[in-house]
C-alpha cells in the first residue's frame, strides 16, 4: 500500500484529554490535516479491562481507516498501554502512542532516578511506563499511582479549586515521600490540571507532559517515512472531529481548549466498524 | 406468550449501583431468581445521551430475553429517564424503573411541597422527576441537582470521607436554600453515600431511596400478573450476575453489599446483541 503524504493523521482518545495531544499537533505540525476521534460513548477506558480497550481501538482504528489517514496517533494512555503493541503487528500504517515520548523525556530529565507516574487504574496497573523507563535505564525506579477521580474533576471543571487540591495532595503524597523530582502526567487529562499539580508536589519536581514530546515523534517518524504534508488542500479542510455521543458538548469543549474555531463535530456509530 | 411464574426476573444498570435495588428484590422477594446484568464496560451512562443510553438498553433487553426473564426491572435512574417509555412499549414483558415509585414515595412525604432530585446530568436534566412529582401533586416544587462526582468517589470507596463531605456540602447548598424537607436518592449508587448525604443535610430532610420502594412495585405487579414466584428451583439457581467487563471486581464489590456470597459472575459481549 503507497501512502498519500497529504493525507490527514488519525489521532484517537477516549474522549476529550486527546486533545491536549491535537493541539500540540496543530502548535507543531501546522501543515498536517488531522482526523480526531474521541469515544465519548464508551468513556472512560481507564477502568476497564485490556480486552475491551483492545476491542474498542480496533474499532476505532477501522473507523480511521474509512478516512484514508496517513498515521495513527493514540492519544490515550490507557489504550496505548493496552493496545499499542498488538495494533501495531496488525497495520501497515505507522501508528505511535503517548507512552514511549514521555518515558523518554522523564529518563533524560531525572537527576536522582526516582520518577513518578501518575494515571488511570488501567495505565498504571499494566507497568508499562516502568517498562520502558527501566529499558531505557535501569538504574531508575519509578513509583506509580493511579488518580481515578482527575478525569471525572476536570471533566466537572474543577480546574482550579480547592476540592481538587485537597484530593491531588492526598494522590500524590506517597509520591513525594519517595523523593521523585520527575513526574509523567500519564493520562491526556491531566495537563489541564498542570498548574494545579505544580503547585501541589512544588517547583523542584519536573512536570513531563508526553503531548508535547508525541506531536515531535510523529514529526520524526513521517519525516522518515517521507510523509510530512506539504499543506496542499491544508487549508480548506484541516481538522475533522468525530465522536461515538455527545457531539455538540465535544464541541464547545473543543473549542475551548483548542487554539482554533471548532465549527462542527460529527456523531457516528463506533460499534458498526 | 406465556410467561412462565418459576422463570427469574431481569435486573439491569450500568454497572454497580443496580445491587443496590436487587439486594432490596433479595430481601422482600425472597423467592424470586434475578438474572442481573451490569454494562460495565460501558458504565457511566449518567453523561451519555437518550440515544445511546437507549440503543445500549436495547441490547441488555435482548441479552435478557435469552436468559427467559419474566419482568424486567431497570435499576439505572438514567435509562429509566432516557429509555423506559420506549421499551415498555416495544416488550411484551412486565418492566419497571426506579423513578416512578420514588417519585411517589416523595410526593407521600412532603410536608412543605418542595422536593430536590439528585442524580446524574442525564437524569435531572431530563426533567422526568419533575414530570412524575408534578402529575401526582400540581402544588409540588421540584429542585433538581446533578452531582457528577458521587459516582465515581462511591467506585473510589470514599463513602465516608471529609473530601467526599466538602463535595456533598457544595452539590447540596443550594437544594438546602431552597429548603427541601425531601430528598430523592436519583441514582443508584446513592444510598452508598447514604449516611454522609442525611449528615450534610440534616435530620429534617427525609431521604427517599427508590430502591425498596421499586422492589415493592415488582412485588405488587408480579402479584397482579400471577407471575409470584413459588420459589420453586429457587434454591438451586437463585441469582446471576453478568457484566460486559471486569467480571471479577464487579464480583467482589458485589459480594461486599449484598447479604449472600457471590459465587460467580460472567463476562458477555454485549455489543453483539
Redesign the interface.
Known sequence: MRLDREAPVGVFDSGIGGLTVAREIMRNLPSEKIVYFGD????PYG???K??VLRYSRQIIRFLETENVKAIVVACNTASAFALSEIQKEMNLPIIGVIEAGARVAAETTMNKKVGVIGTEGTIHSGIHERWLKSLDQEITVYGKPC??F???V??GWLKDP?TE??AE?YLRELLEKEVDTLILGCTHYPLLRSLIQKVVGPEVKLVNPAYETALELKKLLSQENLLSTGRGQEEFPYRFYV???AEKFRKFADSILPYDVEKTKKIDI?KY
Chains 1, 2 share one sequence.
Open positions: 465519548t460513548a464508551r468513556v477502568s476497564k479491562s480486552d475491551t481515578p477521580l478525569v471525572p474533576l471533566e466537572e476540592v485537597e484530593i492526598r461515538s455521543d455527545l460499534e
